[in-house]
């Protein structure tokens, strides 16, 4: 009996924290979509509570606002990466094949 208790308290608190990682989740996109990235934190030492939620979903604005900074820069990468790539094999085909792809695509 003490077994089936532990599974269920700990898929209890298992359900409990998702729960608060998708609320957290929300208020982070919330305040993105509301305020952009310039979101500041606006602390109030009379109710450290909210200071302390308005602290966390600042912290959470700017991290994703630095992992949109880095995905854009990882595409930007790739989309130059997949020019080259395709200038060389262009280039591996001979005269008449480049002239074709000069003549359609430029």
């Known amino acids: 009996m003490s ?3 532990r599974i269920l308290l700990a898929d209890t608190v298992r359900i409990v924290v998702l729960g608060l990682v998708a609320i957290y989740a929300v208020l982070v996109l919330m305040a993105l979509r509301m305020e952009g990235t310039k979101v500041h934190p606006r ?3 009379s109710d450290p509570a ?3 939620e308005r602290l966390l979903i600042w912290a959470g604005v700017k991290v994703v606002a630095v992992a949109g900074q880095a995905l854009k820069w990882c595409l930007a990468a790739l989309v130059e990466a ?3 790539f395709g200038e060389w094999i262009v280039g591996l085909r001979g005269p008449d094949a480049q002239a074709r ?3 359609r695509f430029l």
Do not use: G, T, V
Request: charged fraction near 25%; hydrophobic fraction near 55%.
């Open 43 to 45: 602390l109030d030492w």
């Open 82 to 84: 997949s020019a080259e």
């Open 3 to 5: 077994a089936l208790i």
């Open 50 to 52: 909210r200071s302390l």
């Open 101 to 103: 792809f000069r003549s």
